[in-house]
């Protein structure tokens, strides 16, 4: 019933814009609306440069996932995954391997109706409307059972994802719930809003946000740390997303540094 509930918060609209397709106009798709396209132009005459910051954070999904198809996992669930387009997880994984799973999750209905037929072609990746508020939507889908293998290695992607839910939501709890369900070896990625480096900016972009579908909640660092709870940090550990593992020739110093994240394992014990 809980689930049903949420769903149906999230019944198609465009009239106000959608986080999904905010990040899909940033990043130059085309799977978004007018109402999101003059989003991105306002919040960009606001906070200019701010677009790096949403191509950042997609340049730290990518070089996670091929940090850990390095490390030899082959499944990822990428929760609050928007629209799979621009270089996205299973473009990333196909690019190294044809061994690959990746299931994709969201709960925004637009987003999902727009990214199945871009994965028609692709039997390794799907895409569920469920809920990652709704652990158990996720984790017992019939496309999971039949995607992926949760007695392997699973990477766990949460990137620009948990910033959206309130602490009533209890996100510590839930990333527990996610980090239990998967065996050793296993990997989970995170990336957050913070203002702890430039407060200033962090502000406005969630008084931009406030006006959205998908408010969002500025946390610390230090609260996006504990996220990670008992898996074991991989270098260089947490930090502002554009310095882990920068590409070679990237800005040294992005513009705005409010992206906070990284990349934990599961070690062979953990409680």
Known sequence: ???????????????????????????????????????????????PGVTGVFRDNRAFLRRAVEYLLARGVRQFLDLGSGIPTIGHVHEV??????RFRVLYVDNEPLTVAHSKPLLAAEPRAE??????????????????????????????LMSAVL????????????VRTYQRAVPPGSALVISHVTGGEQPAP??????????????????????????FGGFDRLGPGTCCVSDWRPDPGAPAHPHYRILHGGVARKPARHE
């Open 163 to 174: 910033h959206f839910l309130d602490d009533g939501d209890d996100p510590h709890g839930l």
């Open 1 to 47: 019933m809980a689930e049903a509930q949420r769903l149906l918060s999230r019944e198609m609209d465009i009239d106000r814009p959608c986080a999904a397709r905010i990040y899909d106009a940033f990043l130059g798709g085309s799977h978004n609306f007018g109402v999101e396209r003059r989003f991105a132009e306002r919040l960009e005459l606001a906070l």
């Open 202 to 227: 962090m502000h406005l972009l969630a008084n931009f946000y406030a006006d959205t579908a998908d408010p969002l909640v500025d946390r610390s660092p230090e609260w996006i740390d504990e996220c």
């Open 127 to 156: 895409i569920i409307r469920a809920d990652l508020r709704e652990p158990g939507s996720v984790l017992n889908a019939p496309e999971t059972a039949e995607l992926l293998d949760l007695a392997q290695p699973v990477g766990v």
């Open 93 to 98: 994984a196909r690019r190294r391997t044809g």
